[in-house]
T-cell receptor
């Protein structure tokens, strides 16, 4: 079974600064996908970024980028130029590539990020 | 584009009453559908998923059930609610194999 660990329950960052959110996972699979989801106070869960394990290049989406270290089983999210709207709970999630048709996700417990004005 | 609708947004129910939460997806066919529960300040627990009409897989034993009467409709039900059923319920869909999941706005369920 897969596990996803987000050991930091809360973080805070000053507006316009950079922050990194940590995530580690445990799996015996060689091919898989990793995701970061954002859940703002409105509670809607929004996909932020996706990484395929077979790709060495780190994924980037505008101000969001990841540092994927496959050997270390680490998948951190970097948010550059933090904005007040980035205040949210962030979840790291894992999906096996050989998942059959169901595409089930395993989620971490989440980290609450507060952006200070 | 695809959209997912989930309702109601908020629900307050007495213990022992029935429950029906509905989720529908537009703009795609044969999606995978999922029901999650999120306790306050916690991660998501997968309750049910469905890869096709009438096909329901349960992840955890519980007081709830799910049904998929139509291709893009997913319903979460209970015959008799318990206090422990309180929480935030999220419906999600995906395009199938290896595709990310996309979530609805959720339903906050409070049991009195």
């Amino acid at each position: 079974a897969q596990t996803v660990t987000q050991s930091q329950p809360e973080m805070s960052v000053q507006e316009a600064e950079t922050v990194t959110l940590s995530c580690t996972y445990d799996t015996s699979e060689n091919n898989y996908y990793l995701f970061w989801y954002k859940q703002p106070p409105s509670r809607q869960m929004i996909l932020v970024i996706r990484q395929e394990a077979y790709k060495q290049q780190n994924a980037t989406e505008n101000r969001f980028s990841v540092n994927f270290q496959k050997a270390a089983k680490s998948f951190s999210l970097k948010i550059s130029d933090s904005q007040l709207g980035d205040t949210a709970m962030y979840f790291c999630a894992f999906m096996k590539a050989q998942t059959g048709a169901n595409s089930k996700l395993t989620f971490g417990k989440g980290i609450t990020l507060s952006v200070r004005p | 584009s695809q959209t997912i609708h989930q309702w109601p947004a908020t629900l307050v129910q007495p213990v022992g009453s029935p429950l029906s939460l509905e989720c529908t997806v537009e703009g795609t066919s044969n999606p995978n559908l999922y029901w999650y529960r999120q306790a306050a300040g916690r991660g998501l627990q997968l309750l049910f998923y469905s890869v096709g009409i009438g096909q329901i897989s349960s992840e955890v034993p519980q007081n709830l059930s799910a049904s998929r009467p139509q291709d893009r409709q997913f319903i979460l039900s209970s015959k008799k609610l318990l206090l422990s059923d309180s929480g935030f319920y999220l419906c999600a869909w995906s395009g199938g194999r290896r595709q990310p999941q996309h979530f609805g706005d959720g339903t906050r369920l409070s049991i009195l």
